[in-house]
């Protein structure tokens, strides 16, 4: 072969994040466009809450794939990020951080919003009115994903800043700041029942701060059709190395 040309050959991939160019895959187009005419389109704030291994970030990638064109995408994870929870003001921090380092890339203009530290009292407010900038410069849907959020169940912190979500979700149609028109969620638990972990005696999704989020039933297993997809697209990859040789 000749030299520059050498691509890298595809494999099968069972630790995380499949991605089209490199690994072989179930063809999930239609669980995707599912997801975004049934929920995206419609402006839901909802979680994905499946097992380990179930292609949650996974979808999460071919989501913002498709959608990075004709939306703002904030893609974050809480993986490795157990310091953000140590305070309102770190976590408000964490996530200016995150959603410059995000938006630094694919929006320029925009990840300016969130050069400079917060660093003061209020900084929760202060990440609620820069969100309110970012939303109303965008000039496009703004999608916010965080993946990993097992990581912040059970934390205050957190709680607070679904309840921020929550509260400029219900407001936004009726006059209130421009916020996100979607939000995404990907973990093992379902967030709706955060709050009733917290506070039994509260009683079941008691003024749970997610609670407007929408129920989401999009069968995350993988079809035999889906299974048959990926296991094609090996037998034509390999053949064609075959008739190569
Ligand atoms: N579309 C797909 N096609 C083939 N295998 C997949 C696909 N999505 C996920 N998988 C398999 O599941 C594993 C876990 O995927 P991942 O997206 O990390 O799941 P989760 O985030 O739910 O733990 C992958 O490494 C891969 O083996
Ligand atoms: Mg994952």
């Known amino acids: 072969m000749e030299r520059g040309v050498l691509q890298k050959r595809k494999r099968f991939n069972t630790a995380g994040l499949c991605i089209p160019k490199y690994h072989y895959m179930a063809d999930v187009r239609d669980k995707v466009n599912r997801i975004i005419e049934e929920y995206v389109d419609q402006d839901e704030y909802f979680t994905i809450s499946r097992a380990r291994q179930y292609g949650k970030t996974t979808i999460l990638y071919l989501l913002q794939e ?27 921090e964490g996530l200016n951080i995150s959603f410059y380092k995000t938006l630094r890339k694919t929006h320029p203009r925009l990840a300016e919003i969130f050069r400079e530290e917060i660093c003061r009292t209020l900084a929760m407010e202060t990440l609620g009115d820069r969100i309110t900038a970012l939303c109303g410069q965008a000039g496009k849907p703004v999608i916010l994903m965080i993946d990993k959020v097992d990581k912040a169940a059970d934390n205050q912190v957190f709680l607070t800043f679904l309840g921020m979500l929550r509260e400029r979700y219900l407001r936004r149609k009726v006059g209130g700041d421009a916020t996100f028109d ?13 709050k009733m972990k917290i506070r039994p005696e509260e009683g079941q999704n008691y003024n749970s701060p997610w609670n407007i989020s ?32």
């Not at 979607?182 to 955060?194: F, P, S, T, Y």
């Not at 059709?225 to 190569?244: F, P």
């Open 66 to 92: 498709e959608l990075k064109d004709r939306c703002v995408v904030l893609s974050i994870s809480f993986e490795g990020k157990e310091e953000y929870f140590t305070s309102l003001q770190n976590f408000a």
């Open 182 to 194: 979607c939000v995404i969620l990907a973990g093992v638990h379902d967030i709706k029942n955060l």
């Open 214 to 245: 929408a129920d989401f039933d999009v069968d995350m297993g993988l079809s035999v059709t889906e299974i048959e997809s990926m296991l094609r697209e090996y037998e034509e990859y390999t053949h064609a190395g075959c008739a190569q040789r």
